[in-house]
């Protein structure tokens, strides 16, 4: 099923049926799949934890767009993996890190933040800390087949 026929359903059963609780989850969860896309696209952007969490607060709200989520043919069994043994694989592993530390790099020595002189090493150490701590995430978990 694509989006715009997932979308098309939504609104069909319509917002009345809903509680405002499940209509705030439905929202976040599109967000997150939107911001998920936008990584899919750009580079510098993740797609798995947008993902991963769109597909958690479409659990919350709504059992058909959670299972369409998991459906999907490039996303789904990696979101079923996750979901039933907190597994990342070991290729998506290297992937991702291949994708993280050259971010690495253009932070430490490609980004000009003398505009904000002030700030800048805080900034890059933030940034910086911020991938280190993705980086443990991934390579703590589970690595599977």
């Known amino acids: ?27 976040i969860g599109f967000i997150f799949l939107i911001l998920a896309i936008i990584g899919a696209i750009l580079p510098l952007v993740p797609t798995t934890p947008f993902l991963i969490l769109a597909a958690y607060f479409f659990s919350k709200a709504s059992n058909k767009l959670h299972q369409w989520l998991l459906d999907m043919p490039f996303f789904g069994p990696s979101l079923k993996e996750w979901e039933e043994e907190k597994i990342i694989r070991k290729k998506a592993k290297l992937f991702s890190t291949g994708l993280i ?32 701590l993705a980086l443990i995430f991934i390579w703590t978990r589970k690595s599977g087949v």
């Open 1 to 27: 099923m694509a989006l715009w026929q997932v979308l098309w359903l939504f609104f069909r059963l319509g917002f009345r049926a809903m509680s405002p609780y499940r209509l705030i989850l439905l929202l």
């Open 101 to 132: 530390l050259p971010m690495v790099y253009v932070i430490i020595w490609k980004v000009d933040l003398a505009p904000y002189s002030q700030y800048g090493v805080t900034i890059k150490a933030f940034a910086i800390s911020t991938i280190a």
